[in-house]
């Protein structure tokens, strides 16, 4: 038995564009549904705690997966999102509350209760918080490692107007620093919205390394949305030329008709050549394929290298 993955409108295809034969979603984005009374009791666990998790929020094809192995990635500062990105599913607007001063706690309880050995962290982007709620990040950091000791990955905004905010997060020392590049130049702000800057990105993930040079730097696109072979291969020179260590490669699926349509389903094959091209250009860690995404399978990637 299979499932269709989590895509509320069928993807608006281009003419010539790449679907199976029916126009629907190819058979590599059909996966069997997780057998396990785990994913309820995750669900019921973030519920109680009042956590948000991006694998909801973001309708990750993951979800059901993660949630039965008791896994997932906290996503911290509510869930309304200050940017307009063509992808993001998140709700966005005007944030209605200031952070909530017991999250880091609630957070490091649900990690405990879990058994988690290494916690994602993200969150929505809050260009109204004077710091980005950089601040808020690192109470989060600390907060999981003096409860359960387990290793941490943060998963951050650009922080664009606040300059201070990245050296706040990496001084509570997280072990991984995950900013996603999205996409090549030429879609940039199309995808990633009008205040969206690639070098800045690109900046960003130096930065850490100058900060603390025992931080791994991880960064991901989305393939499907019209980039080229070219530019994608261009991209991940300047990740490497900006040494970041951990790459994540996945299929870019519409989350619903107001949001930027499929150009391409990219099959797993070329996913596995890519990411072999990945590898050789020096990236300690790929993950390339349809299901994957930025935080997937986070521990298997870090592991090895915390």
């Not at 909801?56 to 094809?61: G, L, S, W, Y």
């Amino acid at each position: 038995m299979a499932f269709r993955l989590p895509v509320i409108a069928e993807p608006e295809m281009p003419e010539g564009a790449e679907t199976s034969a029916t126009g629907r979603l190819p058979r590599w984005l059909k996966r069997p549904i997780p057998k396990s009374n785990a994913n309820h009791m995750t669900s019921e666990l973030l519920t109680e705690l009042r956590l948000e998790t991006v694998c909801e929020n973001a309708k990750c094809p993951n979800r059901m997966e993660c949630y039965s192995q008791q896994t997932a990635t906290f996503m911290i500062l509510g869930n309304v999102c200050t940017r307009p990105c063509g992808f993001c599913s998140v709700h966005r607007g005007r944030p209605p509350q200031l952070p909530e001063v017991d999250e880091p706690a609630r957070v490091a309880e649900a990690a405990a209760r879990l058994g988690l050995k290494h916690v994602v962290i993200t969150s929505v982007t809050r260009d109204d918080l004077p710091d980005g709620g950089a601040q808020h990040f690192a109470d989060c950091i600390v907060a999981v490692r003096e409860r359960t000791g387990a290793s941490t990955e943060v998963l951050t905004p650009d922080f664009v107007h606040c300059k201070d905010a990245l050296k706040i997060v990496i001084d509570a020392k997280p072990d991984v620093f995950n900013h996603n590049m999205e996409t090549v130049p030429r879609l940039y702000r199309r995808v990633r919205g009008p205040k969206s800057d690639y070098r800045w990105t690109l900046g960003m993930m130096k930065q850490v390394k100058q900060y603390d040079p025992k931080v791994k730097t991880k960064s991901g696109l989305m393939l499907g949305l019209g980039e080229e072979r070219g530019e994608l291969l261009d991209a991940l020179a300047d990740l490497r030329e900006y040494d970041v260590d951990f790459l994540t490669l996945g299929q870019y699926l519409q989350p619903g008709e107001k949001y930027l349509p499929v150009v391409r389903f990219v099959p797993p094959e070329e996913f596995d050549e890519i990411g072999e091209i990945a590898k050789s250009m020096g990236f300690k860690k790929v993950a390339s394929g349809p299901f994957v995404r930025s935080s997937y399978h986070a521990r298997d990637m870090a592991e090895t290298e915390i």
